[in-house]
Nanobody, 125 residues
C-alpha cells in the first residue's frame, strides 16, 4: 500500500524555521516528482515547491529564497526547509507524489497521484 506521511509541522513565531518531512512507504520515491502543497483556511490549495526525480526544483514566488526542498532517496524522504516564516505561510501542508508529472514547474496538483494527510503549520506571535 502506497503511503505518504508528513511530519514536522507546528507553531512557530514569525521569522522562525521548520523542516517538514514527507516519508514514503510501500514504494520508492526515486522515480517520482514530489510536490509540497498547502491550503490555508478559506483558500484554495496552492503549490509551494516540487522536486523531480533528477533533483530539479521549483518554488512558488511567495516562498522563493525562504524555502528549500530536498530529497534523500536512501531514506525515501523529501524535506521542505522553511526559513523566515511569515503569518501568511500558515496552512495545512501536504506532500504528493507523481510518477508522470509532465510540467512540474507549473506546481499544478492535477498530475499527482498519491497524497499524504497533511501537517499543520501555524506562524503566529
Amino acid at each position: 500500500q502506497l503511503q505518504l506521511v508528513e511530519s514536522g509541522g507546528g507553531l512557530v513565531q514569525p521569522g522562525g524555521s521548520l523542516r517538514l518531512s514527507c516519508a514514503a512507504s510501500g514504494f520508492t520515491l526515486d522515480y517520482y516528482t514530489i510536490g509540497w502543497f498547502r491550503r490555508a483556511p478559506g483558500k484554495l490549495r496552492e503549490g509551494v515547491s516540487c522536486i523531480t526525480s533528477s533533483g530539479a526544483s521549483t518554488y512558488a514566488d511567495s516562498v522563493k529564497g525562504r524555502f528549500t526542498i530536498s530529497r534523500d532517496n536512501a531514506k525515501n524522504t523529501v524535506y521542505l526547509q522553511m526559513n523566515n516564516l511569515k503569518p501568511e505561510d500558515t496552512a495545512n501542508y501536504y506532500c504528493a507524489a507523481g510518477l508522470k508529472v509532465v510540467a512540474p514547474y507549473t506546481l499544478s496538483d492535477i498530475e499527482y497521484e498519491d497524497w499524504g494527510q497533511g501537517t499543520q503549520v501555524t506562524v503566529s506571535s
